[in-house]
């Protein structure tokens, strides 16, 4: 995608989660979301935490307690904002994400080529504006989908931003395949995900190293078929991969044992 076509992603899955938060209630904001400690309306205050950072804004001065969800230091850097707004109501946190998204997509509407090459944190090490933009896209888009499961409420896994996210998990299947499973060389895998954004992926291990295999293999060693909604919530280690096998939304055709390996290594969320 071109710069602004990115800025467009973000805005779509922001807008996305504004229309959603618009008419819940006190208990559908408390709901509890399959991302690990976080409610429906953590999952917003997270992304007003970081958007207020890119921002230049300092963490508010709070002491957020400690949880078994809290894995490391962004993770407590996550929680002080998290935390701090939990004193607030569901609809005040959702005026507050207006507000500092807002703010956010007047500052990227109006950088240019030079403004989206200068240099910037992302969530791997030290990159440009540019590159942060698929990680913010991803990450405000995994939010929305944490919500719109606890809520019920299915959707926006048709657009930019689901495609963006698309992009990151297929991405990482060689990956998956070549390091985290490391199967014998000549083991072909395919990953067939239906959806408006699904696609076919193929992968092949020879050397000892993954390779995209086009087109895809007729008699590969294990054929990996879901929704694209079952893959990213793999992908982002939100489902379990046994229990996805085993209520069929996830089918294996082939060798079983390898594809059950694969699947339950899926989740590659930096």
Not at 21 to 31: E, I, K, S, V, Y
Not at 39 to 60: F, K, M, S, W, Y
Not at 218 to 241: H, K, N, P, Y
Request: hydrophobic content about 45%.
């Amino acid at each position: 995608m071109k710069d602004q076509e990115l800025v467009d992603a973000l805005d779509g899955v922001w807008r996305s989660i504004v229309a959603l938060g618009a008419d819940l209630d006190a208990n559908q904001w408390r709901a509890m979301t399959d991302c690990p400690g976080w409610t429906v309306q953590d999952n917003v205050a997270h992304l007003i935490g970081i958007e207020a950072t890119l921002l230049g804004r300092p963490a508010p001065d709070h002491a957020a307690p400690d949880g078994p969800h809290i894995k490391n230091d962004i993770g407590k850097m996550n929680e002080v904002w998290v935390d701090w707004y939990r004193r607030k109501s569901g609809p005040e946190v959702l005026d507050a994400f207006r507000g500092v998204t807002n703010e956010r997509m007047v500052v990227l509407r109006a950088c240019s080529e030079a403004d989206f090459g200068a240099a910037s944190w992302t969530p791997v090490g030290p990159g440009t504006v540019r590159d942060l933009l698929p990680f913010r896209i991803f990450d405000s888009w995994a939010h929305e989908q944490d919500m719109r499961r606890a809520l019920g409420r299915p959707g926006d896994l048709d657009s930019a931003a689901a495609s963006v996210a698309m992009d990151r998990i297929g991405g990482a299947l060689g990956y998956v395949v070549g390091k985290k499973v490391a199967p014998a060389d000549g083991t072909t895998v395919v990953f067939d995900v239906r959806g408006a954004v699904g696609r076919v992926i193929s992968i092949g291990i020879d050397g000892g190293r993954a390779h995209a295999i086009d087109p895809e293999p007729a008699d590969a060693t294990v054929r990996i078929s879901m929704d694209v909604e079952t893959f990213l919530a793999l992908g982002c280690g939100r489902w379990q991969a046994n229990e996805a096998v085993g209520d069929g939304r996830v089918e294996l055709v082939g060798d079983e044992t390898l594809g059950r390996r694969v699947v339950g290594e899926l989740n590659v969320l930096f």
